[in-house]
């Protein structure tokens, strides 16, 4: 009878194992949810309060990892008596202002990073030089605008520390997932005078983040891999890691050139040379990019980089000269038309300029940078002849297509895009018997003044060789389509012709305008409209039949 129990409950054992096997893999284990990491008291009793109050805060709260791994507002909020932002506030002493230091107690090798960049010493304007942006009303346009990103970002504060995390991890969630949005970049990198983020949106690279960007994990972790994206964002190649490259805090890791200035130059800012750190930014592009096409894009970023400075720098010797001829209103920068439009030229068309030129935007570039830039300075070298000054004068008054060369003159040697019949073709400066001589001689100097490398120099060398091979070509040597294209063209030439000559009936009030247009034999005896119909006089306003 004993056994026999025995083999009926190992019976009941193993069929009960059986079902609850069979319930697991129909089924499957059930999830165990880590428990949430208790607050301590002071912390709960912040949340309850809050909760009342701001209660988006605690909204924003609860979404943050912080809240997730138990980190409550006094680990952010602590202050130590004598603080210069220690508030008595419930029975606590609470920081008002949690900034960089702060975060470096958890996060110490980003916030070390983040000391070294440039984004940590924006603040410095306004700590150095007391006459920065002084044409702006100190309280309302310059707290309200400039320094509400320069020192937000880089502010200098009262315990002698540096800068703020939460200009780009937005408080109280401070995610990650924000900081790497463009948009997040964009509230100080747009505008007329920052066109970074104008030219990322406009370039090939932001049309398709546009297409893409809701498609993308911005939760990826962070380190020395493929970032999960189609196209890079901001902190792509500024920041995130690749293949053989750190991820950082520190944006001035990968920039090769200082493009805010009144005149660009290679970046000396921290450690390491230009060449190093455009090496780093080549492994970024490396993710999509093939070598050889990474080094003919940027020699045509550097060239044209530098190309800008011989642009502008006769202006600033013009700028001296007329100082010194005391045609100038003041002493100060920013209140003489000479000034005023030298700034827009270096601060805000110049910027734009050459931010799309890092971001390869090709409209931004033609439309709001070298297009603006260049009628600009024609029109400082007018200002200047105004003034008495006689190269500027001499400038006015010669009247040929070489004066706008008044620049030494950059050129790529060859073609950066693609192999093209068209690009080189029927260019009137190519077509000059010492343009290539002249040409060649800037880019050398450039060379040996290790403003491009040795490398990109032998690059330039290569491609000027093979430059006869699509120099100015015929129409024999284009497509068959190109006699299409040109008849159309033509016949939009006609049609512009046909309406420049149509001249309607009803003269203007003021006519010195409407008869310079008119064909010559009209301009004096051009015949007025006709006249509408008189109506007699009484009957203005006639009555109404049958009143």
């Known amino acids: 009878m004993e056994i026999g129990n025995r083999k009926t409950f190992t019976w009941v054992v193993l069929g009960c194992t059986a079902l609850i096997l069979v319930f697991v893999l129909v089924l499957g ?16 009793a912040c949340i309850q309060c809050h909760k009342k109050e ?3 805060i605690i909204e924003q709260y609860n979404q943050s990892k912080h809240a997730k791994t138990g980190v409550g507002c006094m680990s952010c909020h602590t202050a130590k008596k004598g603080d210069f932002d220690a ?10 202002h949690p900034r960089a230091k702060t975060c470096a107690t958890c996060h110490a090798q980003q916030a070390k990073e983040f000391w070294e960049s440039k984004h940590a010493a924006i603040g410095i304007h306004q700590a150095i030089d007391a006459n920065a942006n002084w044409r ?4 309302v346009n310059k707290t309200m605008g400039c320094v509400y990103c320069h020192n937000g970002m880089g502010n200098y504060w009262p315990d002698k520390t540096v800068g703020r995390c939460d200009k780009c991890h937005a408080r109280h969630t401070f995610s990650v997932e924000f900081a ?15 066109g970074n983020y104008t030219s990322f949106v406009d370039s090939k690279h932001g049309e398709i983040w546009s297409m893409d960007r809701n498609k993308w994990n911005w939760s990826y972790k962070p380190g020395a891999k493929l970032v999960p994206f189609s196209a890079p964002a901001c902190a792509t190649c500024h920041m995130s890691g690749a293949p053989g490259l750190k991820p950082t805090h520190n944006i001035s890791e990968r920039l090769a050139w200082r493009q805010v200035s009144p005149l660009a130059y290679r970046t000396n800012w921290g450690e390491g040379t230009w060449e190093e750190k455009r090496a780093r930014m080549e492994k970024v ?7 050889s096409n990474i080094a ?20 600033f010797v013009m700028r001296t000269k007329l100082n010194e001829m005391g045609k100038l209103t003041s002493k100060n920068d920013d209140d003489d038309r000479f000034d005023i439009i030298l700034r827009e030229v270096w601060h805000d068309v110049g910027r734009v300029y050459r931010a799309s030129l890092t971001h390869f935007a090709p409209n931004v570039n033609e439309a709001y940078g070298y297009s603006p830039l260049t009628y600009k300075c024609y029109e400082l070298i007018e200002i200047a002849a105004e003034k008495g000054l006689k190269e500027a004068e001499e400038w006015m008054h010669q009247n040929d297509q070489d004066k706008v060369h008044y620049f030494p003159a950059l050129d790529y040697g060859g073609l950066i895009w693609a192999p093209s019949y068209s690009a080189l073709t029927n260019n009137y400066w190519y077509k000059k018997p010492d343009w290539w001589q002249k040409v060649t001689a800037n880019v050398e100097t450039l060379a040996k003044n290790n403003i491009i490398s040795e490398k990109q120099w032998q690059l330039w060398q290569k491609m000027f060789a093979e430059q006869e091979k699509y120099v100015n070509k015929t129409e024999a040597d284009f497509p068959p389509q190109h006699k299409f294209y040109m008849d159309n063209i033509q016949k939009g030439r006609d049609a512009q012709k046909k309406v420049q000559a149509l001249q309607l009936p009803g003269r203007p009030y003021f006519d010195k305008f409407y008869q310079m247009m008119a064909p010559k034999a009209e301009q004096t005896t051009a015949p007025e409209p006709t006249k509408a119909p008189e109506k007699p006089k009484g009957e203005e306003h006639p009555k109404p039949a049958g009143k």
């Open 87 to 96: 508030l008595e506030h419930e029975g606590q002493l609470v920081a008002q």
């Open 285 to 291: 592009c490396a993710q999509c990019h093939v070598g």
């Open 180 to 194: 790497r949005q463009p948009e997040t970049c964009g509230e100080c990198h747009r505008g007329e005078d920052h």
């Open 296 to 315: 003919k894009w940027f020699l045509g970023v550097d060239l044209a980089f530098y190309q800008f400075n011989e642009i502008v720098k006769p202006f």
């Open 136 to 139: 702006k009303t100190p309280i």
């Open 29 to 44: 284990v059930p999830s165990i949810k880590a428990a949430k990491p208790a607050l301590s008291k002071i912390d709960a």
């Open 54 to 56: 701001q209660p988006k």
